[in-house]
Nanobody, 124 residues
Framework: QVQLVESGGGLVQAGGSLRLSCAAS????????VAWFRQGPGKERRLVAI????????YYSPSVKGRFTISRDNAKNTVYLQMNSLNSEDTAVYLC?????????????????WGQGTQVTVSS
């Protein structure tokens, strides 16, 4: 497992942008796929985006594709989520998670390392 700490959340107006960071401890970060999830008030935790450990392949949920960009800097042990054209539906706690097992788009239960989350609030 790795220790994950998110940052960069806050309050932003609709149409604005934010960049979230997920900083990891340890020297094995590059061996993990990393994902961003979000959980809105009274809602289930849902996948937002994933970035692969090997070649940086990415996956986005349809609700954010074209607006959000996930990236990673293995030298800094950090994964980023650039969020543009934000709307009220994006309001949620955003959490990063990592898994070192097989597969790319895997069930949420496969993620065994989680951060504490960072709040993103979009005002209309």
């Amino acid at each position: 497992q790795v220790q994950l700490v998110e940052s960069g959340g806050g309050l932003v107006q609709a149409g604005g942008s934010l960049r979230l960071s997920c900083a990891a401890s340890g020297d094995t970060f590059r061996t993990y796929d990393v994902a961003w999830f979000r959980q809105g008030p009274g809602k289930e935790r849902r996948l937002v985006a994933i970035i692969a450990r090997s070649d940086g392949t990415t996956y986005y949920s349809p609700s954010v594709k074209g607006r959000f960009t996930i990236s990673r800097d293995n030298a800094k042990n950090t994964v980023y989520l650039q969020m543009n054209s934000l709307n009220s539906e994006d309001t949620a706690v955003y959490l990063c998670a990592a898994h070192g097992g097989y597969g790319f788009v895997v069930p949420i239960d496969e993620y065994d390392s989680w951060g504490q989350g960072t709040q993103v609030t979009v005002s209309s």
